[in-house]
């Protein structure tokens, strides 16, 4: 049997489920932004054109996504 996604954000960024751009001029906050679900939810907002706001706890995990 093909295996499912348990959610198409979370789906491969060349999934043709959302439109290249969906998120252009849009904000993303998302939490616990560090590891797990929140970074791939970060990636595929990022992949989607938005601009992503990150939180976490632990600044070691979030340090990854600091632009510098």
Request: positive net charge.
């Amino acid at each position: 049997t093909p295996s499912r996604s348990l959610s198409p954000l979370m789906s491969n960024a060349a999934d043709p489920v959302f439109a290249p751009g969906l998120f252009a001029d849009s904000v993303v906050i998302v939490t616990g932004g560090g590891s797990g679900i929140g970074r791939d939810a970060v990636r595929r907002f990022l992949a989607l054109g938005a601009s992503v706001a990150i939180g976490g706890r632990t600044l070691d995990k979030l340090g990854g996504w600091i632009a510098g």
